[in-house]
């Protein structure tokens, strides 16, 4: 049977909530190489959420081409979290795969200070309301390794496992693991997966050929592809979909 998936992100913040914004005001990302960044004055610069589009100012609004319906949210929002989670029961989303940026005061912030984890109650909350199950996205935070990621995943298993809405392949939580290569496959066969292989699935991330023999080296149960745009990697190209399904099946 087949599942509809969608990745969720909870580091959205608001003066309202939050105190600040966060991630509505994101800085323009730089390229990769500096020739190109010299025809975009406004690299590393941040959005600036509080001023109209109207304003004249080229980084007036928020960092994205789509708004959101009801203006920028807070991810700390409750009711903003229930109206989401049975948006996507609406659409059809079977599980939402949420943003898990580590342990506070144990690892360490996204980019803008933001952790995760201190929402994943109201999130659960919300998802099982609306009938939806939640997922992990474990997500690369500085200083993450083989120790760190054993120790999440047997803080996320007492933590969250036995909540109902917590998406389960039997009866174990699902794991996606973004930039899982950034750990040595050799690191996630002899160090990870021996503690932690029976307490989950998991999933990680394929971006190029080659990383469907590394996800089998490293004991996954199975990879993912991430990015909406074609040219960002090998995985991401729909045209290669039916190669990078048959790799992982064998």
Not at 155 to 171: F, M, V
Request: with cysteine; hydrophobic share 35%.
């Amino acid at each position: 049977m087949s599942v509809v998936l969608a990745f969720f992100y909870l580091w959205y913040g608001t003066p309202e909530h939050d105190g600040q914004y966060t991630h509505w005001n994101h800085t323009v990302l730089p390229h990769w190489t500096t020739a190109v960044n010299t025809h975009y004055p406004h690299v590393n610069k941040s959005f600036k959420p509080e001023l109209s589009v109207d304003s004249g100012d080229p980084l007036a609004g928020i960092h994205s081409r789509y708004y959101p319906l009801d203006g920028p949210y807070s991810s700390s929002d409750s009711v903003q979290l229930r109206s989401q989670f049975k948006t996507m029961a609406s659409a059809g989303i079977d599980v939402a795969c949420a943003s898990w940026w580590g342990r506070a005061g144990v690892s360490s912030a996204d980019s803008q200070g933001t952790h995760t984890d201190d929402k994943f109650n109201a999130v659960l909350a919300a998802a099982h309301e609306a009938g939806v199950k939640v997922a992990f996205l474990m997500e690369p935070y500085a200083g993450r390794s083989a120790d760190t990621f054993v120790d999440d995943v047997l803080y996320i298993e007492d933590k969250y496992s036995s909540h109902p809405a917590t998406y389960k392949k039997d009866t174990k939580p699902v794991f996606y693991v973004y930039d899982s290569y950034h750990i040595e496959y050799k690191d996630w066969a002899d160090k990870i997966m021996p503690s932690v292989k029976s307490k989950g699935y998991y999933y990680g991330l394929v971006l190029e050929r080659s990383d469907i023999a590394g996800l089998s080296k490293g004991s996954f149960d199975g990879g993912f592809t991430y990015f909406a745009s074609e040219a960002m990697s090998w995985a991401a190209n729909s045209r290669h979909w039916l190669a990078l399904c048959e790799g992982l099946r064998r």
